[in-house]
């Protein structure tokens, strides 16, 4: 299928990228790497009449560490990030999670802050940055903003960002000594989008899960660990918090398969991040 | 307040005008017209004539449109053709022009293990090849399998595929193993 009508910009400056974005209101849209808004202009679920492409500003393009967080600029690929020879050791539990984010051919031009502005409840980046205590930077025309990725992101594709606003940069806390990660998702296909993803950090003092496809966004919750190992009472722990998560029958699975899914992928993820600990 | 720019910025292209758009395509300089609108697969087929490349799902699922845009595997119709001003775009046209005049050792062995049914899906799998086996030499199997799962072959012609990349990558299959 084919976009309707649009104007195109692309600016020289992230300035005038915002100068564009304020003027042009709700009918304008930024595009990166366009691996989700393209699909959906293609099936005109969306109509704007001014794209504003950020694929090609420098600025943007920032994929670097720096006191204590990894931060990925707006044009950075997911392909990119994938090829940093450092990231298992920064930040583990992306690089566990990426290899899942559609395919090595989406991965070559989506962002990471793409998919965290598209907000997909099943998205992997979104739950690997709320999982990891990330953030999201904001910015406008006059100023910017830093929302925790947990405040960030509101339902399925809505988040706290205002129509004036790009996502300028994410940024993942670096994984400190002696915690340990794990990543897991059920998909018909590898590369699709998950019925259910689990993200585990287990540090020296708790374990947490992270759930995306359940809720209509990634939610997480903690447990204290008991004698430097997993709750005793893990299994009842993660079947309330399957029970919490809501969920609703879909044309994919069932609400009851997904509960069982948060039981057995979490049970895993979390075992796998306490024996990986470094 | 006014923008603080170091360079103009371009203008703004009209949705309802038809801008010059100028490839490399396959080392060769092209140019055509575009409205911000079409689709990067549907400027190589219909303002180029380049009908290699196949134009499948439209949603970027399916890889058939799959080209590489400054040597990198994407999908043709999740790209426009204005993003694409100036870049060198690479399509399956390109194989064996650029080896020659005669097809690739990838090609040859498509054709050795017949790594096709109906051939629409080919165009973009090759292409996908071209890239990932420039980054990844010697893929495992899996990782191959992994590669190949950005394609849909409704004729599920994947067993020939992954014949032929392991034989053109020098690797054996097992014998008698899963394909």
């Known amino acids: ?278 | 307040m006014p923008p603080l720019t170091s360079q103009a910025s371009p203008p703004v292209l009209a949705a309802e005008t038809r801008h010059a758009v100028s490839i490399v395509l396959n080392g060769t300089p092209r140019s055509g017209h575009a409205h911000p609108r079409l689709l990067l697969s549907d400027f190589l087929r219909h303002e180029l004539g380049a009908h290699g490349t196949r134009v499948g799902c439209e949603h970027g699922v399916c890889g058939a449109c799959t080209v590489r845009i400054d040597g990198v595997a994407v999908r043709a119709c999740l790209t426009l053709a204005v993003q694409a001003d100036g870049r060198r775009i690479d399509t399956v046209e390109g194989l064996a022009a650029a080896n020659g005049g005669r097809m690739t050792a990838l090609q040859e062995a498509f054709r050795r293990h017949h790594a096709l049914q109906c051939g629409f899906c080919t165009a973009g799998i090759l292409m996908s090849l071209t890239d990932y086996l420039g980054r990844t030499p010697k893929p495992t199997e899996e990782e191959l399998r992994d590669m190949l799962s950005g394609h849909l072959c409704r004729c599920t012609g994947y067993a020939g595929i992954v014949r032929a990349v392991m034989e053109v990558t020098g690797q054996t299959m097992k014998e008698g193993g899963h394909v």
Not at chain 1, 27 to 40: C, E, F, N, T, Y
Not at chain 1, 153 to 164: E, R, S, Y
Not at chain 1, 191 to 205: E, M, P, Q
Not at chain 1, 210 to 215: E, F, I, P, R, S
Request: glycine residues 8%.
């Open chain 1, 1 to 278: 299928m084919k976009p309707a009508s649009f104007d195109y910009l692309r600016p020289a400056t992230v300035a005038d990228a915002l100068a564009a974005l304020a003027a042009g209101g709700d009918d304008a849209r930024v595009i990166a790497g366009g691996q989700s808004l393209m699909p959906m202009l293609n099936m005109r679920l969306v109509q704007p009449r001014l794209l504003i492409d950020l694929s090609r500003l420098e600025e943007l393009r920032s994929l670097r560490t720096e006191a204590g967080w990894l931060t990925v600029g707006a044009a950075v690929t997911q392909a990119e990030v994938l090829a940093r020879p450092a990231l298992a050791r920064e930040v583990p539990l992306l690089a566990a999670a990426l290899p899942w984010v559609g395919h090595f051919q989406t991965r070559n031009r989506g962002t990471l802050c793409g998919s965290v502005a598209h907000a997909d409840p099943s998205a992997e980046t979104p739950l690997c940055l709320v999982a990891s205590g990330g953030e999201v930077v904001l910015r406008n025309a006059k100023r910017r903003r830093t929302v925790a990725a947990a405040d960030f992101f509101l339902g399925p594709l809505t988040t706290v960002k205002a129509a004036d606003e790009i996502v300028e940069c994410v940024r993942f806390p670096l994984a400190k000594p002696g915690s340990g990660h794990a990543f897991r998702e059920m998909s018909m296909r590898h590369g699709d989008f998950a019925i259910t993803a689990c993200a585990a950090t287990v540090d020296g003092h708790s374990a947490s899960l992270a759930v995306g496809g359940v809720a209509d966004r990634p939610t997480l919750r903690s447990w204290p660990l008991v004698s430097g190992g997993l709750p005793p009472d893990l299994d009842e722990a993660l079947n309330a918090f399957a029970w919490d998560l809501g969920g609703d029958d879909d044309q994919h699975a069932t609400a009851r398969y997904r509960r069982d899914l948060v039981r057995r992928i979490g049970r895993t993820v979390l075992e796998e991040a306490l024996s990986c600990r470094r």
